[in-house]
């Protein structure tokens, strides 16, 4: 069984900067795409930023320039630093692995940036 932890997050002044983690266990091989996705409210999930296996990554317009993503394949572990963050940005973040095509979903973790 499948599980992404995630940590990270909270509250933090626009302008401001959080990271966020997330790690895969249940004994899969090394997951082929791993990224994070959010939800704020009133609104549908939304793509933010992924990574493949070998390192491709790929962001959200919004985010762009703002945002890092990075993994560690060794440990399955996906990373999001998120600098100059804004009022926009509230959301719960949702960690995301695909081992080809299965998809596994971290629990989310809030988000929430002040003005």
């Known amino acids: 069984q499948v599980e992404l932890v995630e940590s990270g997050g909270g509250l933090v002044q626009a302008g401001g900067s959080l990271g966020l983690s997330c790690a895969a266990s249940g004994g899969i091989l090394i997951m082929t795409t791993m990224g994070w996705y959010r939800q704020a409210p009133g609104k549908q999930r939304e793509l933010v930023a992924t990574i493949t296996r070998s390192g491709t990554t790929d962001y959200a317009d919004p985010v762009k320039g703002r945002f890092t993503i990075s993994r560690a394949n060794a440990q399955n572990t996906v990373y999001l630093q998120m600098n100059n963050l804004e009022p926009e940005d509230t959301a719960v973040y949702y960690c995301?692995?695909?081992?080809?095509?299965?998809?596994?979903w971290g629990q989310g973790t809030q988000v929430t940036v002040s003005s």
């Open positions: 995301n692995a695909a081992y080809y095509s299965t998809h596994y």
